[in-house]
C-alpha cells in the first residue's frame, strides 16, 4: 500500500533552516511528483511547491523562492524539504503529498491522492 | 493567485440529512480546451492530513463512498454529502489546481447537529 512516512518534529530558532524528509513506499518513487503544503496553526493549507521526483525538476510558490530547496534521493524513494531563514510566521506542520498523475484521458491532475502524517516544525526563541 | 473562499464557515446537520458546502473562485478555473474543472475537495479529521474527496470538480476518488458528490463550473462549485453519518465530522476544503499557486479554501468545519 501506499505510504509517505515523513521525519519527527522539530524546534528551531529563528534564523535557522530545517529540513524535512518524507520516506515513501508501496510505488514506483519516480513515476510521481511530490507536492509540499503546510498548515499553520489556524489558518488554511498553503502550497509551498513541487519535485519531480524523475528528473527533479521544481516549482516553488512564489512566497518561498529563494528559502526552500526541495530535493530527492531515488535510491532511498525519499523526497527532502529544506527552509532556510526561519521565522515565527513559519511555525506550522508540513506535509508532504503524491499527485496522482494523469487521468484516463491523458490529463494531469494536480491535485494530492496520498499524503504524509506531518510534521510539526515550530519556530521560536 | 487564486482566492478560494468556502461558505459557510461551519454547519451543523442532523445524521442522515444532507450538507451542503460551497466554493468560490476568484476567477474561472475551468480551462477552456478540455472542458476540466480544475478544483478539489478534501476532508480533514484532527490530528490527520486531507483526504482527497473528488477532483475535476465532481470525480470521485477510488474509494469515496458515494454519499460524497461535487457539482459546479468556472467560479461556483458545491460539495454535497449525503445521508450524514457520524464520521463525516470534519473541516473540508475546495482547492484550486489551474494554476500556481495552488490555493486553497479557508475550510468549512461541519459538525453534527
Known amino acids: 500500500q501506499v505510504q509517505l512516512v515523513q521525519s519527527g518534529a522539530e524546534v528551531k530558532e529563528p534564523g535557522a533552516s530545517v529540513k524535512v524528509s518524507c520516506k515513501t513506499s508501496?510505488?514506483?518513487?519516480?513515476?510521481?511528483?511530490i507536492h509540499w503544503v503546510r498548515q499553520a496553526p489556524g489558518q488554511r493549507l498553503e502550497w509551498m511547491g513541487w519535485i519531480n521526483t524523475g528528473n527533479a525538476n521544481t516549482e516553488l510558490s512564489q512566497k518561498f523562492q529563494g528559502r526552500v530547496t526541495f530535493t530527492r534521493d531515488t535510491s532511498a524513494s525519499t523526497a527532502h524539504m529544506e527552509l532556510s531563514g526561519l521565522r515565527s510566521e513559519d511555525t506550522a506542520v508540513y506535509f508532504c503529498?503524491?499527485?496522482?498523475?494523469?487521468?484516463?484521458?491523458?490529463?494531469?491532475?494536480?491535485?494530492?491522492?496520498?499524503w504524509g502524517q506531518g510534521t510539526v516544525v515550530t519556530v521560536s526563541s | 493567485d487564486i482566492v478560494m473562499t468556502q461558505s459557510p464557515d461551519s454547519l451543523a446537520v442532523s445524521l442522515g440529512e444532507r450538507a451542503t458546502i460551497n466554493c468560490k473562485s476568484s476567477?474561472?478555473?475551468?480551462?477552456?480546451?478540455?472542458?476540466?474543472?480544475?478544483l478539489a475537495w478534501y476532508q480533514q479529521k484532527p490530528g490527520q492530513p486531507p483526504k482527497l474527496l473528488i477532483y475535476?470538480?465532481?470525480t470521485r476518488e477510488s474509494g469515496v463512498p458515494d454519499r460524497f458528490s461535487g457539482s459546479g463550473s468556472g467560479t461556483d462549485f458545491t460539495l454535497t454529502i449525503g445521508n450524514l453519518q457520524a464520521e463525516d465530522v470534519a473541516v473540508y476544503y475546495c482547492q484550486q489546481y489551474f494554476g500556481t499557486p495552488y490555493t486553497f479554501g479557508q475550510g468549512t468545519k461541519l459538525e453534527i447537529k
Open positions: 503529498a503524491r499527485e496522482p498523475g494523469y487521468d484516463s484521458t491523458g490529463y494531469r491532475i494536480e491535485a494530492f491522492d496520498f
Open positions: 508501496g510505488y514506483t518513487f519516480t513515476t510521481f511528483v
Open positions: 475535476w470538480a465532481s
Open positions: 476567477q474561472s478555473v475551468l480551462f477552456s480546451s478540455n472542458n476540466k474543472n480544475y
